[in-house]
Each structure stands twice: as structure tokens, then as C-alpha cells.
């Protein structure tokens, strides 16, 4: 039985994503500040209180694991900036390391990097640099981070928005990079994807061990 992490899994992307690993059959791990956020129990599943900021306390939990798949989000903060995305994830693949685990899947965002935004019609444009900015910027640097690390099978994940919705049938479209691209080039759409097709979409490049060391752009058809 593989035996998975989920970090942020009170979350909404997180309750999603350790209902279906528990339908496929997985052993979960839930690592979550608050144990009592976390909205389902199974003979499978094993709540646990975690600092995902802290190396020390993520080791020990991520013992005997063969992945770590992570939901982590961070608010906005116009004053201080945003530093959750590169704080923890240094913290997480220092213990992923001394545990001995070296499969992660982490979730981002489209846009990321300042320059895709160029093909972006000029409203949506100021919305992400008036309001957004400083998260996509420190998941910017989150990912600049993974790209240094080599003994790590990382996959970065990057959905276009979300929607507080289960899972559907819809075909995936991906595409290495920061956006899926229309047949002329361009974005395909700003649509937000559904949390749980998110959650259903970081399981399947888990099941396939695909997108190693890669960053994916991702939607729903």
C-alpha cells in the first residue's frame, strides 16, 4: 500500500485530495496544525499536528512515507509581503531528505513568473499585479527553489484558479509551462478549475510517476 503526506490537508484543496487518495487505497498521512479541522476519519488515515515551517517537526512525521504531496496556501499580506511558500517548502525538503522520501507534488499557480504575463489582456494583467502579486511572487521563488534540488522527484502543479467544487470527468489539458496555451498561442481561458479535479489531477501524476522535476501547467477541458 503506498503511503502518502498531505501537507495543508484541512484545506479546501487538501480535504479533497485525502478523500480520493483514501478511495484509491493509499495510507494518509494528514500533517495539519489544527487536527480537529480535518473533516474525515478512516482506518487509513492518520490525523497528525506538524509545524511545516519546522524541519524538526515534519522528519519524524514523514517517516516511512513514499510521497509528500502538498495543498499549503498563504494569505495575501500587503504589508509584509508573503514568505509561507519558500519558508515551508525549505523546511519540507530539508525533512523529506533526512526521512528518506523524494517524491513531492506541490500546487501553485498560473503566472507565477512577471513575464508570462504578457500575453494577458491588460485588465486581467493590473488584477494579478494589483492584488495577487505578492503570493505568485514568492510561489515564484518557491519554485526557483525546487529547480535547485536534484535528489528530489519534485512536480510542480499549476492550476489556473479554483473553484470550491468536487471532482468532475473533464479531460485534462496541461502544458510545461506557465499557462495552457489555444491553438493560436494564447491562454485558453482564466477558468477556474475545481479543487477537486486539482486534488484528482496531483494524484494521477502521482499514480503515472510523471512530470519529474517539471512545472505543469493545468486546466480542465
Not at 495510507?27 to 479541522?37: F, L, M, Q
Not at 499536528?49 to 524541519?55: L, M
Not at 504578457?118 to 485588465?123: D, H, K, Q
Request: proline content about 5%.
Amino acid at each position: 500500500m503506498m503511503r502518502i503526506a498531505v501537507l495543508g490537508a484541512s484545506g479546501r484543496t487538501g480535504q479533497y485530495l485525502v478523500k480520493q487518495a483514501i478511495d484509491k487505497g493509499y495510507g494518509v498521512t494528514a500533517v495539519v496544525r489544527d487536527p480537529g479541522k480535518v473533516g474525515v476519519s478512516h482506518d487509513r488515515l492518520k490525523v497528525v499536528k506538524g509545524d511545516v515551517f519546522s524541519e524538526a517537526s515534519l522528519r519524524p512525521l514523514l517517516q516511512g512515507h513514499d510521497a509528500v504531496l502538498s495543498c499549503l496556501g498563504f494569505p495575501i499580506s500587503p504589508v509584509f509581503g508573503v514568505t509561507g511558500y519558500t519558508g515551508s517548502m525549505r523546511a519540507v525538503v530539508r525533512a523529506m531528505q533526512g526521512a528518506g522520501v523524494n517524491r513531492l507534488i506541490t500546487m501553485t499557480s498560473w503566472y507565477t513568473d512577471p513575464t508570462s504575463l504578457t500575453g494577458v489582456a491588460v485588465l486581467f494583467r493590473l488584477f494579478l499585479l494589483t492584488t495577487i502579486q505578492s503570493v505568485l511572487s514568492n510561489m515564484h521563488e518557491m519554485e526557483h527553489t525546487l529547480k535547485k534540488i536534484h535528489n528530489i522527484d519534485w512536480t510542480v502543479v499549476r492550476p489556473p484558479g479554483l473553484r470550491d467544487e468536487p471532482a468532475t470527468a473533464k479531460e485534462f489539458l496541461t502544458n510545461e509551462g506557465y499557462w495552457v496555451p489555444d491553438p493560436s498561442g494564447i491562454p485558453i481561458g482564466r477558468h477556474a478549475v475545481a479543487r477537486g479535479d486539482v486534488a484528482r489531477f496531483m494524484l494521477d501524476v502521482l499514480d503515472r510517476n510523471s512530470w519529474i522535476q517539471k512545472s505543469i501547467a493545468m486546466t480542465t477541458k
